[in-house]
């Protein structure tokens, strides 16, 4: 997809902050992060969300989670992080890219819903 913002990082278009890239997967710091460790990790190929992923998809989407724990502590968050995948509009999702967030630091997030 040409105007994703994703796939404009992907691509070198658009700076981000790299903390991971590989053949599949790229991970970079969230540009308003709400956590001490706020790293986004996305496929380099566009997939719009979970809603849209194939059996082709599966080996990306487990590398992505392959190299969460590896982010995580390089980070800052050796005891425990959330990962969370937004899909769709009910979801919250706001770039339609697939894309996990990798959330933690020092302290443990808090709850994970809100009333």
Sequence with gaps: MQDCLFCRIVRGEIPAAK????????AFKDIQPQRPVHVLVIP???????AHVGEADAPVLGRMLAVANQ????????????SIINTGRVGGQEVMHVHMHIV????????????
């Design 19 to 26: 903390v991971f890239e590989d053949d599949d997967v790229l």
């Design 44 to 50: 380099k190929k566009h997939i719009t969300s979970l």
């Design 71 to 82: 982010i995580a502590v390089d980070q800052g968050s050796p005891d425990g992080f959330r």
């Design 104 to 115: 933690g630091g020092q302290e443990p997030v808090g709850p994970m819903l809100k009333r």
